[in-house]
């Protein structure tokens, strides 16, 4: 489920704001001092992304999956952020603290200075959904003085999260179900801080969160959008872009799919019109859908790959049976590296944006998918 997001916009960080971090201030340049700031060429190449992005003959990139992250290094006080985006929300990343947010940035340089002159490390985040608008990102700058160091080296882990808004951290830091006084869903949504993410991180593994909101396998969220679904929308770079192919980088091999799709299917009653007469139906059609895009990911990732198809108490006991019944067929054919992962748990407060997942429920959420991989036989 997803409500109208907010089109409000706070003021970005100025250059007399306060101090995010001892020693550090985050600043978005105005055209006037942007003009005296060493801005990167198209030659720099000093970062790398996690997450689908779309590369741009510039050496920029464009994206609009939740969860996109930027990674880099440099030497010096300080780094500029170089970004073209009037939707989405970004975290700033310095040496694995988060110093700055930027929210609805615009088309500006954001700089953080103040820091020790010394090597450090800077991460850019994603924090919002925002299907339907593209982000692009023109890389770091090295303030004055400094330089931009060889980007960091991929990690040898790799995880592909794929679902919908519990996946894509929807309303996770609201701490109230109705959002709308606070700022609105993507004011309140941080997917850097959504149980994939979290895992990922302490299991120190490189990670898509290939997730939209209100999407399911056969059947969006109260039956919207009929004719579309989330299969839809999976094998685009930008999602906005009809007929869009995300061209698979060499790279990533990922050792483990966690899919989190059948909330939006059979949460809500069907309607008059829609093609399931019954939940049975739903339920069948569900399941011939689902066994097809196991078959895209095996025929995508190899015999290797661990897939793990989760399911939830919040839709009910139609979602979580039929998707341990497409495990036990999967299973009963001779794939045994697909896996049911059931999650629930009685501290689960969903103060979360409508009635979704907290950041408390999140770190719960993330320690049950860490319990349920310690006993999976992965290949890393």
């Known amino acids: 489920m997803r409500t109208a997001p907010s089109l ?15 020693g550090a201030t985050a600043a978005a340049a105005s055209p006037a001092s942007a003009a005296h700031r060493p801005l990167p060429s198209a030659a720099f190449a000093g970062f790398r992304t996690v997450g689908r992005v779309q590369k741009a003959a510039d050496g920029s990139v464009r994206y609009s999956w939740p969860g996109i992250a930027f990674e880099g290094r440099f030497r010096g006080t300080g780094v500029g952020i170089v970004l073209d985006d009037s939707a989405n929300d970004y975290d700033v990343q310095i040496d694995g603290r988060t110093v700055s947010t930027l929210v609805t940035p615009g088309r500006t340089t954001s700089w953080v200075e103040g820091l020790a002159d010394a090597e450090h490390t800077v991460r850019l985040v994603k924090r919002t959904e925002c299907p339907w608008a593209v982000g692009r990102f023109g890389g770091f700058a090295a303030a004055r003085g400094g330089r931009i160091l060889p980007a960091p080296a ?8 794929i679902g919908d808004s519990f996946t894509a951290g929807y309303g996770n830091t609201s701490g109230t179900r109705d959002c709308s006084a606070n700022g609105g869903v993507d004011r309140n949504s941080n997917a850097d801080l959504a149980f994939g993410a979290l895992t990922a991180r302490k299991l120190d593994a490189d990670y898509q969160q290939n997730a939209f909101s209100g999407r399911g396998m056969v059947r969006n969220y109260d039956g919207g959008d009929p004719g579309t679904d989330y299969r839809t929308y999976y094998d685009r770079a930008l999602l906005n872009v009809a007929g869009d192919v995300w061209h698979k980088p060499r790279g990533w091999r990922p050792q483990v799919v966690v899919i989190g799709l059948g909330i939006n299917d059979f949460s809500t009653p069907l309607h008059a019109g829609e093609p399931w007469a019954t939940r049975s139906e739903l339920a069948a059609a569900y399941a011939s859908a689902y066994h097809g895009f196991l078959d895209k990911l095996r025929a995508r990732y190899g015999s290797r790959t661990f897939l793990v198809v989760s399911a939830t108490s919040v839709a009910g006991t139609a979602f979580a049976d039929t998707a341990r ?23 689960l407060d969903r103060l979360g944006c409508d009635w979704h997942p907290s950041l408390h429920d999140h770190r719960i959420i993330s320690g049950l998918l860490d319990q349920y991989l310690a006993t999976v036989p992965l290949d890393w």
């Open 8 to 22: 409000s916009r706070r003021a970005l960080l100025t250059a007399a704001a306060a101090s995010v971090t001892a």
């Open 325 to 347: 019944d497409i495990v036990g067929a999967r299973n009963a054919r001779g794939d045994d590296r697909v896996g049911y992962w059931y999650y629930d748990d009685p501290g």
């Open 154 to 161: 991929a990690r040898s882990r790799q995880i592909e999260f």
